[in-house]
């Protein structure tokens, strides 16, 4: 069993940043790829970004390209996504989640064994 808790969630304004962390409690979460997924309302949950248990691998939804970092620290159990350039329609509930079974970079949400409880972001336009 992995349990995850997101942080760092909050409102913020266009164009402004925000970090969230995951933190993850397994002894073995160096070998998990990691991912992060958003849900708006009304919406399906949505793949955002996922980096491999080394970080040697990343991968990014295109809305998301060229603002968004997702990094991991193993040593603290740990994955981040720093959110930058915000605009309204990053607006969502962002979940973590872990893949304990697979190595390879998972993009939908079956691929995903593990979830948080989820951190509200809100850009306000």
């Known amino acids: 069993q992995v349990q995850l808790v997101e942080s760092g969630g909050g409102l913020v304004q266009a164009g402004g940043s925000l970090r969230l962390s995951c933190a993850a409690s397994?002894?073995?979460?160096?070998?998990?790829?990691m991912g992060w997924f958003r849900q708006a309302p009304g919406k399906e949950r949505d793949f955002v970004a996922a980096?491999?248990?080394?970080?040697?691998?990343?991968y990014y939804a295109d809305s998301v390209k060229g603002r968004f970092t997702i990094s991991r620290d193993n040593a603290k159990n740990t994955v981040s996504l720093q959110m930058n350039s915000l605009e309204s329609e990053d607006t969502a509930v962002y979940y973590c989640?872990?893949?304990?079974?697979?190595?390879?970079?998972?993009?939908?949400?079956?691929?995903?064994?593990?979830w948080g409880q989820g951190t509200q972001v809100t850009v306000s336009s």
């Open positions: 989640a872990a893949d304990v079974s697979r190595p390879r970079l998972g993009i939908r949400r079956s691929d995903y064994d593990y």
């Open positions: 980096i491999s248990w080394s970080g040697g691998r990343i």
């Open positions: 397994s002894r073995t979460f160096s070998w998990y790829t």
